[in-house]
């Protein structure tokens, strides 16, 4: 079982940025492709972005496309979401994912941390 710990939310004004990170532990994480997902409050969790074990293939939302970019340091056992030009609508509780493939991990169908929150103000 992957465990997996987020960090760097926090509160920012609209247009500015901030830099998750998720790390990993309990599995081999140049194995695992990784995801970030989003949950608003009142809403369902969506998918923002993943990436592949080897850092090759990237995937976003339609929401975040040419705002966000996902990448990872295996040596670091860590998987990164910079977040540029935010809005008020980014807003949520954002979660990493862990899984076997990028399939796996866009299904939400991985392993979950806890969340960081993510507060932009207008």
């Known amino acids: 079982q992957v465990q997996l710990v987020e960090s760097g939310g926090g509160l920012v004004q609209a247009g500015g940025s901030l830099r998750l990170s998720c790390t990993a532990s309990?599995?081999?994480?140049?194995?695992?492709?990784m995801g970030w997902f989003r949950q608003a409050p009142g809403e369902e969790r969506e998918f923002v972005a993943a990436i592949s074990w080897g850092g090759d293939r990237t995937y976003f939302a339609d929401s975040v496309k040419g705002r966000f970019t996902i990448s990872r340091d295996n040596a670091k056992n860590t998987v990164y979401l910079q977040m540029n030009s935010l809005k008020p609508d980014d807003t949520a509780l954002y979660y990493c994912?862990?899984?076997?493939?990028?399939?796996?991990?866009?299904?939400?169908?991985?392993?979950w941390g806890q969340g960081t929150q993510v507060t932009v103000s207008s």
């Open positions: 309990g599995r081999t994480f140049s194995s695992l492709a």
């Open positions: 994912t862990a899984g076997g493939s990028t399939v796996e991990v866009t299904a939400s169908r991985g392993s």
